[in-house]
């Protein structure tokens, strides 16, 4: 497997039953479930900028469709 980053989400992705290249929509759906509960991860995490740094990390350069928007 290339290391590339999205090696963690590949495995979901199988155990889903889903295409291999179907990596990227699991990225966005933990980015949108991050911003959907923002402030409970953030009571989890430790606050609110860790919660901003793991949605950085979930977007794919280039090919993202997701739209941020700021909830705060």
Same mark, same amino acid.
């Not at 949605?55 to 928007?69: D, N, Y």
């Given at each position: 497997?290339? +290391?590339? !980053? ?13 295409? @291999?290249?179907?990596? #990227? =929509? ?9 911003? +959907?509960? !923002? ?13 901003? @740094?793991?949605?950085? #990390? =979930? ?14």
């Amino acid at each position: 497997m290339k +290391a590339d !980053r999205n090696c963690g989400y590949r495995p979901i992705v199988a155990l889903l039953d889903m295409a @291999e290249e179907s990596w #990227s =929509l699991v990225r966005r759906d933990f980015f949108k479930e991050l911003c +959907a509960w !923002r402030d409970e991860y953030a009571a989890i995490l430790d606050g609110f900028d860790r919660v901003e @740094e793991l949605k950085k #990390s =979930l977007l794919v350069e280039g090919s993202s469709t997701v739209r941020i928007i700021s909830l705060s």
